[in-house]
């Protein structure tokens, strides 16, 4: 079966601009996860969906960083006024209902702003 | 300090060598671990889940030592394609799957 999408792959902003970053997850997965993962660091965890509900925002970096998931599936996350700092790739990982051990990732949005 | 901390390496290492990757980790809460790989500009892909008992699968084995906070990973008879970036993973004491990842070691294997 397909695995978990995002897009776009790749995306150039510049600074003070808008973004918006989609994640497609496995059909039926109930938890969603979102990362950042700058260069030549490990991912760090942004925020927890669990269906449409958003349980754990801990990881978002400031209030211009802002994710939903409104029918338990498609989730968005929106940069606002984006920073150069903002530079990384986002990545979406997604679990069924009673899974633990494997996150499944999506391949990632590098995000580039000049 | 980082929740969980790696050597980020390089480790080059020749075609056959064995090769053993160390992590630690802060949070004593922790419950699981893993070790995920992660290809150059690829996504992170599970390579295997760390038990206390210790856990083979083929040339890898994963060790955890929970009273020494230390997790480890040996890789025997080294092949080219096991080139690429190992992620130390802890589940940060949260039962919600959310993981937390060291800032990864780069392995190198040439010929």
């Known amino acids: 079966g397909a695995g978990v999408s995002q897009s776009p792959r790749y995306k150039v902003a510049k600074r003070g601009q808008d973004v918006a970053l989609r994640c ?37 970096p400031s209030d211009r960083f802002f994710a939903e998931r409104p029918e338990g599936s498609v989730s968005t996350l929106k940069i606002q006024r984006t920073q150069q700092e903002d530079s990384a790739v986002y990545l979406c990982a997604s679990l ?10 999506g391949p990632g949005t590098r995000l580039t702003v000049l | 300090r980082k929740e969980v901390e790696q050597d980020p390496g390089p480790f080059n290492v020749p075609e056959g060598a064995t090769v053993a990757f160390n992590c630690t980790y802060s949070n004593s809460a922790s419950q699981s671990f893993f070790w995920y790989r992660q290809d150059c500009r690829k996504e992170p ?66 010929p």
Not at chain 1, 96 to 103: I, K, L, M, V
Not at chain 2, 77 to 96: F, P, R
């Open chain 1, 24 to 60: 497609d997850p496995i059909s039926g997965h109930v938890s969603l996860f979102w990362y950042q993962q700058a260069l030549g660091q490990g991912p760090e965890f942004l925020t927890y969906f669990q269906n449409e509900a958003q349980l754990d925002k801990s990881g978002l």
């Open chain 1, 96 to 105: 069924p209902a009673g899974g633990y051990n494997e996150q499944f990732f």
């Open chain 2, 45 to 110: 892909k599970l390579l295997m889940s760390v038990y206390s008992s210790g856990n083979e699968d083929g040339r890898f084995t994963a060790q955890l030592n929970r009273a020494s906070q230390y997790i480890s990973l040996l890789i025997r008879d080294s092949k080219l394609s096991d080139s690429a970036t190992y992620l130390c993973v802890g589940d940060g004491s949260s039962n919600t799957g959310k993981l937390i990842f060291g800032q990864g070691t780069t392995l190198q294997v040439k």
